[in-house]
């Protein structure tokens, strides 16, 4: 496990505090879990640009809410 550190200008370190207060998490744990956001944020991002392209060439099929039990 490797340690970091961190410079915060005075309203980082404000959000921060408040962060803790609010979520009852220490700072280490706060930061670990805005980087695991971050890297959702850029697969779901992906996973948006991989259905518009099948989107674009016509490869994406919708169905009715109620013929979604046909497929179980």
Same mark, same amino acid.
């Given at each position: 496990?490797?340690?970091?550190?961190?410079?915060?200008?005075?309203?980082?370190?404000? %959000?921060?505090?408040?962060?803790?207060?609010?979520?009852?998490?220490?700072?280490?744990?706060? %930061?670990?879990?805005?980087?695991?956001?971050?890297?959702?944020? %850029?697969?779901?991002?992906?996973?948006?640009? %991989?259905?518009?392209?099948?989107?674009?060439?016509?490869?994406?099929?919708?169905i009715k809410d109620t013929e979604i039990f046909k497929y179980i």
């Open positions: 496990m490797s340690v970091i550190s961190i410079r915060l200008n005075t309203n980082e370190e404000k %959000i921060l505090k408040k962060l803790e207060n609010h979520f009852e998490e220490d700072k280490s744990t706060l %930061i670990k879990h805005s980087l695991m956001e971050l890297y959702e944020d %850029i697969i779901d991002q992906n996973e948006i640009e %991989i259905f518009e392209e099948k989107e674009k060439k016509g490869k994406v099929k919708f």
